[in-house]
């Protein structure tokens, strides 16, 4: 079955180190995206890439950065410098340019302990 | 420090009742639109969309609505259900000259009463 998988479920940091998110795809899309969501809030856009070896800054890309070697693949890093990580992320993908709706994982909790 | 951001409003609704939900988009070059239906601790699920081109579209107990003129569109949702409680965002899809770039509104919580 064609799906986006986010991993882990959850997640646990120190104050003060890096962790990647992973996403990946298997339906063909050309674009992807990473949202955080704080408890009882919306999606806010952190990046988004729309082909392989490009992507551009959401509106909360500070403390973030992103990497797409592979079209199936967008893992998120969450760095030190992000002041507040703890939140709910969320990886989606669409067909790029076609006007259909994008596919979202299951999402990552990651606490900051 | 904290997350900046708006809380969810909530629309409390009774069983077999018509629920609508309203949500303000930002940009008129939009032109796709999409409603989501997300539960707890899940990713969000598509519900329908629609395109500029059309002012309503219809599908199984969900209606969407667009007003281009002001900038809003409507979901809604006949003989509301238990199983229709969650969050419901819109989406708005806006070409950025590189890239589709694709943004949420803030939600609203729907609550149905029995």
């Known amino acids: 079955d064609g799906g986006i998988t986010q991993s882990p479920k959850y997640l646990f940091r120190k104050e003060g180190q890096n962790v990647t998110l992973s996403c990946e795809q298997n339906l063909n899309h050309d674009a992807m995206y990473w949202y955080r969501q704080d408890p009882g809030q919306g999606l806010r856009l952190i990046y988004y890439?729309?082909?392989?070896?490009?992507?551009q800054k959401g509106d909360i890309a500070e403390g973030y950065s992103v990497s797409r070697e592979k079209k199936e693949s967008f893992p998120l890093t969450v760095t030190s410098a992000q002041k507040n990580p703890t939140a709910f992320y969320l990886c989606?993908?669409?067909?790029?340019?076609?006007?259909?709706?994008?596919?979202f994982g299951q999402g990552t909790r990651l606490t900051v302990v | 420090g904290e997350s900046v951001g708006l809380h969810l409003p909530t629309l409390s609704v009774q069983e077999g009742d018509n629920s609508i939900i309203n949500c303000a988009y930002s940009n008129s070059a939009s032109d796709y639109f999409i409603w989501y239906k997300q539960e707890s601790g899940k990713g969000p699920q598509f519900i329908i969309d629609i395109r500029s081109n059309m002012d309503k579209r219809q599908g199984q107990r969900v209606t969407v609505l667009l007003n281009k003129t002001v900038k809003h569109l409507s979901l809604q949702i006949a003989a509301t259900q238990p199983g229709d409680s969650a969050v419901y965002f819109c989406?708005?899809?806006?070409?950025?000259?590189?890239?589709?770039?694709?943004?949420f509104g803030t939600g609203t919580r729907l609550q149905v009463t029995l």
């Open positions: 989406a708005e899809n806006m070409e950025t000259g590189t890239a589709s770039k694709l943004t």
């Open positions: 890439s729309q082909i392989v070896n490009d992507f």
């Open positions: 989606a993908s669409t067909r790029w340019a076609m006007n259909t709706e994008a596919f």
